[in-house]
């Protein structure tokens, strides 16, 4: 299989093929009407990395060889995308996964919400979909695993989604319009276009700037990019990091014989850092990055002439910030996540978090942590269901010494807060956690130097204005009673499971807060 390559279907009322050639994909192979029965050859297909499958009748009622062998195509690290129509075939290929409501929707401008947070940084909170024809289908049930690029809000459904399938890497790419009647009138109509065509085909690049950022204790990129250049120019990026810690900046691209990427780190003007290889991927790490930071990437291909000096090159960068402990004001919540994110065994989804994030558990690697720093800890016996429970710390092993710390212990899964509820406002289920958080310890055991702590644990609903730039204390403060602060915050985001998911759960993701308030 050549990961790079691309079939596409005959030209239906869809023809992805032309925007395909309009930016710089003209080597993609497009099926004549009358071979239509070689989608349904695995040899064939095996040549290629990419099948595009435009919207056609064909499709509406497919051939069940066709079905298994695009089923097939996937499972073997393939990446299918398909148009409108194609759905038949998609729910056909992978049933239970995605459900879809045919021939439902109608012709017009759709103002389209930018789910995804890096194309938002691409093209913005909102673009213009053209529908050109009516009868279109519907995503009706997406996966649990989906990532929604694109949504309707009126209707509250995705227009354009991908989501994994197999255990080799394979996707399935879904818009519910039509490529070709998307213009490229302007810079931004044609960034939507390059992002629409080039995001199927470098998966497996942003896979491997994902595999980067966790090699180097990142959880994922808070930037993504794909993009392109070419021999004649090169591309300069803002990355819009500011935060201490150490930036790490991957770049990953299709190999190809002769052909070598560099990426230059910039800061007002002078080089930071330099990198170049013919073997993606590439990385750069810079201690503490500033918001006007960006980097230069260059290519060059020795096997081309000068004639092709214009051929675009895609590649994807990846950019985020491992946080330092020392100096952070939230390293305490931050290094409870990654001990929380231990217990699931690195994957943040809904039914791990369920199953495994436990009063216990909480209170657990609360108490393994400070014993780490050396206080002496004792746990107060778990309380009655719903009350939180005590963990008492001292920095000496007397018993008759005064506690440093009481720290408290609350989880909130079944059901998730609402996101206004972090604001301890009237509606809110924390303050009652803080009101009973002392109702397990003795009073004797305070001292005017004793710290109180309350660590919260909860699964958090977010609605379609929430910005995943937004800063987690922010969220937490406002309304608090002034007798406690928000002093640490982590958060991340849950993932998809197995199975389809009614769309708002993916519109409206759930997010895993670790908060702490200290007592003032």
């Not at 009868?135 to 009706?140: F, T, Y």
Request: include cysteine.
């Amino acid at each position: 299989m050549n990961r790079s390559s691309i079939l596409v279907s005959p030209k239906g009322y869809d023809d992805v093929y032309v925007i395909l050639a309009q930016l710089g994909f003209g080597h993609a192979h497009q099926l004549p009407e009358n071979e239509m029965e070689r989608l349904a050859d695995r040899s064939f297909l095996a040549q290629f990395g990419n099948i595009f499958l435009n919207c056609h009748r064909a499709f509406d009622s497919p051939d069940a060889e066709v079905v298994f062998a695009m089923h097939d195509f996937v499972e073997a690290g393939g990446v299918l995308y398909g148009s409108d129509w194609a759905s038949t075939l998609i729910a056909a290929a992978f049933g239970g996964e995605i459900v879809f409501s045919r021939h439902s929707g109608q012709n017009g401008i759709v103002k389209a919400k930018v789910k995804d947070a890096s194309l938002r940084r691409a093209l913005g909170p909102e673009v213009n979909i053209n529908f050109d024809m009516t009868s279109w289908d519907r995503v009706e049930r997406p996966p649990s695993a989906a990532q929604v690029y694109f949504y309707d809000e009126s209707w509250a459904h995705p227009l354009a989604l991908q989501f994994p399938y197999g255990s080799a890497g394979g996707k399935i790419v879904y818009t519910s319009y039509h490529h070709h009647a998307q213009t490229a009138s302007s810079a931004g109509e044609r960034a939507l276009l390059e992002w629409l065509v080039m995001l199927p085909t470098q998966h497996r690049q942003v896979a491997q700037v994902s595999r980067v950022m966790c090699q180097y204790g990142n959880q994922q990129a808070a930037t993504t990019l794909v993009g392109r250049t070419n021999r004649s120019a090169s591309d300069l990026l803002k990355l819009g990091l500011d935060a201490p810690g150490t930036a790490v900046v991957a770049l990953s691209w299709e190999p190809r014989n002769q052909l070598e990427y560099s990426i230059r780190y910039m800061r007002k003007g002078d080089e930071i850092g330099y990198r170049q290889s013919d073997e993606p991927p590439i990385a750069i790490s810079v201690r503490d990055p500033k918001i006007d930071d960006a980097v230069e990437i260059r290519v060059q291909d020795r096997n081309s002439d000068a004639n092709d000096r214009d051929e675009p090159f895609p590649y994807v960068l990846g950019a985020s910030v491992r946080r330092h402990l020392l100096g952070d004001s939230d390293w305490f919540a931050f290094t409870l996540m990654r001990l929380l994110e231990s217990k699931l065994d690195g994957v943040c989804t809904l039914d791990a978090i369920r199953n495994r994030v436990k009063f216990e558990t909480m209170m657990g690697i609360t108490g393994n942590l400070l014993g780490a720093l050396g206080y002496s800890v004792r746990s107060v016996p778990v309380p009655e269901t719903g009350r939180p429970g005590s963990i008492i710390a001292r920095s000496t092993t007397l018993a008759e010494s005064k506690p440093d710390l009481i720290i408290n212990v609350a989880v909130f899964l079944d059901p998730p807060l609402a996101r206004s509820e972090l604001k301890l406002g009237s509606n809110s289920p924390v303050p009652q956690a803080i009101e009973s958080s002392m109702a397990d310890v003795e009073v004797d055991e305070f001292v005017d130097t004793t710290e109180r702590l309350l660590i919260v644990a909860a699964l958090v609903t977010t609605d379609g204005r929430f910005d995943p730039d937004e800063q987690t204390g922010q969220v937490a403060n406002a309304g608090l009673d002034n007798r406690w602060r928000l002093v640490s915050a982590c958060k991340q985001e849950v993932v998809g499971g197995k199975g389809s998911v009614a769309p708002e759960d993916l519109l409206n993701p759930l997010l895993l807060y670790v908060l702490i308030y200290r007592w003032e």
